[in-house]
Nanobody, 116 residues
Framework: QVQLVESGGGLVQPGVSLRLSCKAS????????MYWYRQAPGKGRELVAT????????IDADSVKGRFTISRDNGKNTVYLQMNSLKPEDTAVYFC?????????WGQGTQVTVSS
């Protein structure tokens, strides 16, 4: 069974950093592209960042370029989202996602709230 479990969210003040983690299981992690999405209150789900199995990455959301970085550790079956200089508009539930032979799998999400 393909599973994704996010962690690392929380309530933080503007300007600080957080690192989100997404632990994967049930598939050969190193073979698959991983995605981070976010969904702010009242808005649709937005693609934030993408990383291939070999580590090639893109930041897809213009609003986070220069502040967020995606990475992965294939030995730990984990993908990360490093978020620096957080802003109130980064407040959202953050999800990881992958597409395998079993279809699309989403994690349960982790809440990030940026507020003073």
């Amino acid at each position: 069974q393909v599973q994704l479990v996010e962690s690392g969210g929380g309530l933080v003040q503007p300007g600080v950093s957080l690192r989100l983690s997404c632990k994967a299981s049930g598939f050969t992690f190193s073979m698959y592209t991983m995605y981070w999405y976010r969904q702010a209150p009242g808005k649709g789900r937005e693609l934030v960042a993408t990383i291939t199995g070999g580590g090639g990455s893109t930041i897809d959301a213009d609003s986070v370029k220069g502040r967020f970085t995606i990475s992965r550790d294939n030995g730990k079956n984990t993908v990360y989202l490093q978020m620096n200089s957080l802003k109130p508009e980064d407040t959202a539930v953050y999800f990881c996602k992958t597409d395998t032979w079993r279809g699309t799998t989403w994690g349960q999400g982790t809440q990030v709230t940026v507020s003073s």
